[in-house]
């Protein structure tokens, strides 16, 4: 047995040095995250929030912050108002987002409608004088809608926070910790993977088709092109794509002439790192989104987080004996370790009462505290606009290069302040 696969096996020495590492990156969890991010004694002030949409806007967890109160859910839908009043245990209800945004005790809005919408109806919210906190992505196809977007954040200077999850998924802040303490050494290239077949389940409800009716696979891009920009602060600057589908009837009549189930872009940003992203919807894959950073000294790699699969969360550092593979050649033995990601949503990173265990990867609880806290504490939003386009352009441009074969395209750049 190689020695990896004894470190793999749970002895009792690598058992004592994974809880080392865990309780290690725990307490330095803070520089993941941000020095601010550590959780202080709530201030005074209580933010009241308006919620916009009853499947994904339930997620959250504004009721249970020391500093919020919902004030008003809203929804088309009877029976989805219903859900978001019991939620949140709020008595105030409306229609439509339209009739919310005149309620004048309302500070600031959670829109979780559909992504088709989301451009529009932050115009709305924040010419209403309101704060917005959006699901993802930023803006749907289109960097006509990105531009927009940060028009209309700039000229109202209200806050504006995009609610991508992976930003805290428990691997995407371990590796951000590890790329600022530099354990990764020249980070070179990385991996993110959103599978998630069976979609075409909710592309026809009640007879109607829905908006995710033949979606187009990198228009929503954001939960990988997160796990690298976010960690790095580098901007992805151009594309490759590739795209596959089978001839499917939704690929044959969808509203966005999308052809491909499946899409793989090969990013290059503007620090020279390689930059690998699969977004797809069809397949024999085990439906995940992970991330794997490669460097010159260390790697960091997730495990599938269902559960599947023969390997654990793990780290790969950087040998020094020589070892000779299959066909005999000499090679350099990377150093192979089980790694256990830590529940970050244990710490004081978090208010107490958010200190537990929530939607994807408990990553709902952080992007509930971080909107709250940027608004009393009157910062910007760590996934502020020009983060949340930065996540969602490359995107559109990578669909681009698929429709014209692979093309390499420049990615536009929209951040100021780079």
Known sequence: MSSNNREWSGGSSGATRRTFIRQSTMATAGLALGSRFAFAAPLGRKVRIGVVGGNFGKGFYFHEHPNAIVEAVSDLRTDRRSALMQTYRCNKSYESL???????????????????????HVELVLDSGKHVMSAVPAAWGSLEECERLIAKVKSTGLKYMMAETSYYYPGTITAR????????????SATAQYHHDGLEQLYVIDGKRTWRYGMTPMWYPTHCTSMLISVTGERLTSVSCQGWGDGNAYLKDNAYQNPFWNETAFFRTDKGTQFTVEVWWKGAHAGDERGEWYGDKMSLLCGDPNGVGPHPDRIVRAGTQLEKDSGGFVRTEGKVEAFETPNYWKSDLLPPGLRHDSDHRGSHTFLTHEFIDS????????????????YTAPGIVAHQSAMKGGELLAIPQYDPRR
């Open 375 to 390: 608004i009393v504490k009157d910062r910007n939003p760590l996934i502020d606009v020009y983060e949340a386009v930065a």
């Open 177 to 188: 910790q590890f790329y600022r303490e530099g354990k990764f050494g020249n980070l070179y």
């Open 98 to 120: 339209e009739k919310m945004v005149g309620d004048k005790n309302i500070d600031a809005i959670f829109i979780a409608t559909p992504a088709p919408d989301h451009v529009r």
